[in-house]
């Protein structure tokens, strides 16, 4: 009988600990993703994702605006939506923003595809992320497996199937009136902000991607930010093109100066800090490797200035080809990709300022008499302190020291005397 009494109980608990939970305000998480997707993205996304695994959150809204990256980043962040046991929503927002080339598979990939009005998707087309052309065979196996990988996420999400499709095989882009009015739709909702999309959403019930129907319940909750870390920032912004180029002409112009003085430490030091981080960004940017070159045959043309007299000849061809480098650097037609002219004037003119007036001080240097030891002496002025007879010796006061001294003149003392030559401790000077 207390047997019976004390299941009875635990079983009222229980159920009351279930209402209670049930009962509870709902969480839903939001993340910003503003930028190019590349590793750092991938794991920024990756991590909310299972925070808000970990915080039982009925939803996570990624608000996304992007141009492209790439495609495996892409893949493993799809594959955190699809494993995730939080609902995951994308929302291509606000109004004037898109999400591009990754961007678009992204948002296919997730459970809720949103759009803010006065926004686009698609251009999922891949190219080659070093930049490098590539054949007509290549080119057709990559857009064939990208664009099976785009009908395979829209078949498992209700989605247009042939839209998407055409997203990749044919670069097409999509408003999101052209999207939500597709039939079947390419998108599940048109919404303004995300406390608009989360009332559309309240009630509704959605699919997983394994099929399974999930009830969102979103009415009041709890919507919490999650920011990127310092050091998540901090890579995602050296990621950007017009960062990746100023890391690395700072870089190469650090291990210059290293290189002209041995030993400042400093510059070295810093020039190889800028070349590394430079390296990272350029493995998750199309770059081309000709301008690589181009920007470092231009800084070794201006270094060659120092040493080969071409009174100015290599200078001018390091400018040139340092200018022609940045502008061959990066090698993508989308915009967002690109470093532009207004950019890269300002920087390589300074460059080449600095590094002209460093080989000037070089030049000035080489040029400047010793003024130490015996050459220091030569031409060095003084005063006869007694009379030195034509092939005698006498003594000089020179150099801020008294000297025996001969000449091939008579030299009275007190007359000013000039050093022609020193063997010894025996200078030869004569009358000035």
Known sequence: ???????????????????????????????????????VTSEFMRAAI??????????IVFTLQTPGGLLDSTRDINNAIISAKTPVAIFVGPSG????????????????????????????HP????????????????????????????????RNVTLAEEAVTESRSFTEQE???????????????????????????????NGTPVTLHLAGADVREIDMTWTQRVLSAIAHPQIAYLLLTLGTLGLTIEFWSPGAIVPGVGGGICLLLAFFALQVLPVSYAGVLLILLGFALLILEVKVTTHGGLAVGGIASLLIGSLLLIDSPLPELQIGLRFILPVVLSLSGIMLFLVVLGIRA???????????MLRDTGNALTAIEPGGVGRVATHGEIWSATAAEPIQ??????VV???????????M
């Open 1 to 39: 009988m207390r047997q019976t009494k004390l299941l009875v109980a635990i079983g009222c608990l229980t159920a009351t600990t279930i209402v209670a939970a049930g009962n509870g305000t709902p969480i839903v998480e939001t993340a910003l993703v503003d930028g190019i997707i590349h590793p």
């Open 179 to 209: 999207a939500a009015a597709a039939s079947p739709p390419l998108i599940d909702v048109v919404a303004s902000s995300i406390p608009d999309l989360l009332k559309k959403l309240d009630g509704r019930t959605i699919k997983r991607f």
């Open 50 to 59: 299972a925070k808000a695994d970990a915080d039982g959150a009925a939803l």
């Open 421 to 431: 030559g020193i063997k010894g401790l025996l200078l030869t000077v004569r009358r």
């Open 97 to 124: 923003n898109r999400a591009a080339s990754a961007g678009f598979l992204i948002t296919m990939a997730a459970d809720i595809a949103a759009m803010a009005p006065g926004t686009h998707i698609g251009a999922a």
């Open 413 to 418: 003392a007190g007359d000013r005397v000039a």
């Open 127 to 158: 190219v080659a992320g070093n930049g490098e052309k590539i054949d007509d065979v290549m080119a057709k196996k990559m857009a064939s497996d990208t664009a099976a990988y785009a009908r395979t996420l829209a078949t498992q999400r209700g």
């Open 366 to 376: 080489q040029r400047q008499p010793a003024v130490s030891g015996e050459s220091g």
